[in-house]
Every structure is written in structure tokens, then in C-alpha cells.
């Protein structure tokens, strides 16, 4: 039997920067939840959703942390988390990767210390991994992260009238001159690597584009977040992962987004179908074949 949570997050608001708000997470978040329950037959008590103020870091890491216990005790094999906020980047503490930069992601407290971010106000890719790499191969892990993963062609940013981007800089021009040399590794390789199995991971875009928010039908949503949710819908959710994929992709393409969502998953849960949610993953069959 499939026992499942999920946090869905989403934060529009920003304590200390009301100058960044955003404007489409909190639907982002809200839709997510709703997809999850209509869909994949979540029940409201298999969610937690933290919007805004209750999105900090410790209300995050500690919904987080709350799963990975309970996946830990063999109290669920299924765990889902979604955020839809701001991404920003710092320097890369590690000794052995000097050149490269971390990927964070900013919760409702974000602040800055000196001139650069508070770290201990960050949701850093590497804390989130350390995390995560905890839970057992029994237990099926699938993330949704539309954010921006670096400021790398934010330039065009000033021409979308109709959508801005989800990315913070860092807050000085020391701090941004420190990043300008250093590359930030994909989400995807420092989430999922050394030892995180049974893993899928959506993200919005390329590390080096926008992922963006716009109006649609009336109300801000997150480009991918919408796309993708609509085309889970349409699907009845009997297509591959793959396939649910080039339709997003060529949505974008076609109201002229230039983001790209990526999907990093294991052979066999990329080729399943959405429908694959409902089983454990030792239970999830293997394709007849692999579709292109």
C-alpha cells in the first residue's frame, strides 16, 4: 500500500525585500495541491502547504525533515515537494569545488549578513541533499522547483513586460562580483547525486535561463507550473513523464517563453506513467520499451 506526503510551497512575499514580491508562487503552490488531491488521490492530510509568512526556512526544513523521519520509519514510501519562489546563488563553501557556486532557494525570512546571503536564512542545495540522500531506495522522491537555479541571462529580463523572472541576486556588488567567475552546478547534480536513488526532479528551466511568471486566463501563475499542470490534467494521467514533458516544452515554446524544463529522473519512472504515483516503487513495472 502507497502512503505518500507532500509540502507544497509557495511565497510571494518576501520579510525583509518587499520590492521583490512576486505575484504567481501562492497559485503556484495552491495548484500543486490541488493536482496532487484531484489527480493523484493525495488526501488533504497527506499535505502540507506553507504560503508566504509560513514559508520560512524553519517551517520548511522542518515539514521536510518531518518526511524523511517518517520515510526513515517505513511509515511512507512516497514523499513530494514543490516550491514555487525566488532561486539565488552563493559562494560554494566546499574546499574542493572553490570555483563553483551553490544554488539556494529563498524562503518568506531571506535576509542578507554582511554582504552577502544569511545562509542560515537559505534553503542551499547542499543542506537539501544531506537531507534527502537519507532516504531509502524504497521510497520514491519527486520534486518540482520553479525557480531560477542562476542569474545567467537575466539581461533579456528588462524586455518581458508581460513576465518577470523568479531570481534574487545577491545583495551587494561584492557578492555578485565574487559569483561572477564561479558556475553553479545544475539543481539536478548536487540534489540527486552520491547515493539519492529513486529520485525525479522537475525543474523549470536550464540553469543558465528565466523561469518566468505571467498572467494567465487572469491570474499569475508560473509558466511551467502552469503548463504542466494543465497538461498532467489533459492527460487523464496516463501519459509517460517524458511525454508530459515535450508537451510543457512545446506550450512555452508557443506563447514564447524561452525557458526549457528539464526532467531528471531514473530510466524507468521517466518512461511511466503519472498514474506510476500510485504505486510503490518496487511495484512500478518496467516499460516494454523506451519511447524517444
Same mark, same amino acid.
Given at each position: 500500500?502507497?502512503?505518500?506526503?507532500?509540502?507544497?510551497?509557495?511565497?510571494?512575499q518576501?520579510?525583509? =525585500?518587499?520590492?521583490?514580491?512576486?505575484?504567481?508562487?501562492?497559485?503556484?503552490?495552491?495548484?500543486?495541491?490541488?493536482?496532487?488531491?484531484?489527480?493523484?488521490? =493525495?488526501?488533504?492530510?497527506?499535505?502540507?502547504?506553507?504560503?508566504?509568512?509560513?514559508?520560512?526556512?524553519?517551517?520548511?526544513?522542518?515539514?521536510?525533515?518531518?518526511?524523511?523521519?517518517?520515510?526513515?520509519?517505513?511509515?511512507?514510501?512516497?514523499?513530494?515537494?514543490?516550491?514555487?519562489?525566488?532561486?539565488?546563488q552563493?559562494?560554494?563553501?566546499?574546499?574542493?569545488?572553490?570555483?563553483?557556486?551553490?544554488?539556494?532557494?529563498?524562503?518568506?525570512?531571506?535576509?542578507?549578513?554582511?554582504?552577502?546571503?544569511?545562509?542560515?536564512?537559505?534553503?542551499?542545495?547542499?543542506?537539501?541533499?544531506?537531507?534527502?540522500?537519507q532516504?531509502?531506495?524504497?521510497?520514491?522522491?519527486?520534486?518540482?522547483?520553479?525557480?531560477?537555479?542562476?542569474?545567467?541571462?537575466?539581461?533579456?529580463?528588462?524586455?518581458?513586460?508581460?513576465?518577470r523572472?523568479?531570481?534574487?541576486?545577491?545583495?551587494?556588488?561584492?557578492?555578485?562580483?565574487?559569483?561572477?567567475?564561479?558556475?553553479?552546478?545544475?539543481?539536478?547534480?548536487?540534489?540527486? %547525486?552520491?547515493?539519492?536513488?529513486?529520485?525525479?526532479?522537475?525543474?523549470?528551466c536550464?540553469?543558465?535561463?528565466?523561469?518566468?511568471?505571467a498572467?494567465?486566463?487572469?491570474?499569475?501563475?508560473?509558466?511551467?507550473?502552469?503548463? =504542466?499542470?494543465?497538461?498532467?490534467?489533459?492527460?487523464?494521467?496516463?501519459?509517460?513523464?517524458?511525454?508530459?514533458?515535450a508537451k510543457?516544452?512545446?506550450?512555452?515554446?508557443?506563447?514564447?517563453?524561452?525557458?526549457?524544463?528539464?526532467?531528471?529522473? %531514473?530510466? =524507468?519512472?521517466?518512461?511511466?506513467?503519472?498514474?506510476?504515483?500510485r504505486?510503490?516503487?518496487?511495484?512500478i513495472?518496467l516499460?516494454? %520499451?523506451?519511447?524517444?
Amino acid at each position: 500500500m502507497l502512503h505518500r506526503k507532500a509540502l507544497c510551497v509557495g511565497i510571494n512575499q518576501y520579510q525583509y =525585500f518587499p520590492a521583490v514580491r512576486l505575484q504567481g508562487c501562492v497559485n503556484d503552490a495552491l495548484e500543486m495541491t490541488a493536482l496532487l488531491k484531484d489527480l493523484l488521490g =493525495f488526501a488533504d492530510s497527506d499535505i502540507t502547504l506553507l504560503t508566504d509568512q509560513a514559508a520560512t526556512k524553519a517551517n520548511i526544513m522542518r515539514a521536510l525533515k518531518g518526511m524523511v523521519d517518517d520515510a526513515l520509519a517505513g511509515r511512507i514510501n512516497h514523499i513530494v515537494f514543490t516550491f514555487a519562489g525566488h532561486g539565488t546563488q552563493v559562494p560554494d563553501l566546499s574546499p574542493d569545488e572553490f570555483d563553483r557556486a551553490d544554488e539556494a532557494y529563498c524562503p518568506y525570512d531571506l535576509a542578507p549578513l554582511g554582504s552577502r546571503w544569511d545562509r542560515d536564512r537559505l534553503l542551499v542545495d547542499d543542506e537539501l541533499h544531506d537531507l534527502l540522500v537519507q532516504l531509502p531506495s524504497s521510497v520514491l522522491l519527486e520534486l518540482f522547483l520553479d525557480t531560477c537555479h542562476s542569474g545567467h541571462g537575466l539581461g533579456a529580463a528588462d524586455l518581458l513586460l508581460d513576465r518577470r523572472p523568479r531570481y534574487l541576486p545577491p545583495p551587494s556588488i561584492p557578492a555578485y562580483r565574487e559569483l561572477e567567475l564561479r558556475r553553479a552546478r545544475p539543481a539536478h547534480q548536487k540534489l540527486l %547525486e552520491k547515493g539519492l536513488s529513486h529520485h525525479i526532479l522537475w525543474t523549470a528551466c536550464k540553469e543558465s535561463q528565466i523561469a518566468a511568471e505571467a498572467c494567465f486566463q487572469g491570474d499569475w501563475h508560473g509558466a511551467f507550473t502552469w503548463h =504542466f499542470c494543465r497538461e498532467a490534467r489533459g492527460s487523464g494521467n496516463h501519459l509517460s513523464r517524458a511525454k508530459v514533458l515535450a508537451k510543457v516544452r512545446l506550450d512555452l515554446r508557443d506563447k514564447c517563453f524561452t525557458q526549457t524544463p528539464q526532467l531528471d529522473c %531514473e530510466a =524507468f519512472t521517466r518512461h511511466e506513467s503519472l498514474k506510476a504515483l500510485r504505486l510503490p516503487p518496487e511495484l512500478i513495472p518496467l516499460p516494454a %520499451e523506451m519511447p524517444t
